[in-house]
């Protein structure tokens, strides 16, 4: 049995979201045993995956709102 790191890189995560949606991007960070964030959006979202008061539908809708207002900001090419 492995132990699964993964790291989460600001990009990565907008991208995936884009292309995939929430789901994919909860599917990809829930298989995870460890989680390593690069600074800002990524790290911002694993605070709030590790909040005490972790309530699944609220914390997954602020990580969305979180990870689109990114990919507004970063734009399209």
Known sequence: M???KRWLMNDSLIDMYRSRGINAVAEWVDGADALMAED???SKVVDLLHE???DPINTWNKVS???SKASIKKGFK
């Open 2 to 4: 492995g132990f699964h």
């Open 40 to 42: 800002g959006l990524a």
């Open 52 to 54: 005490e008061q972790f």
């Open 65 to 67: 709102e979180l990870i």
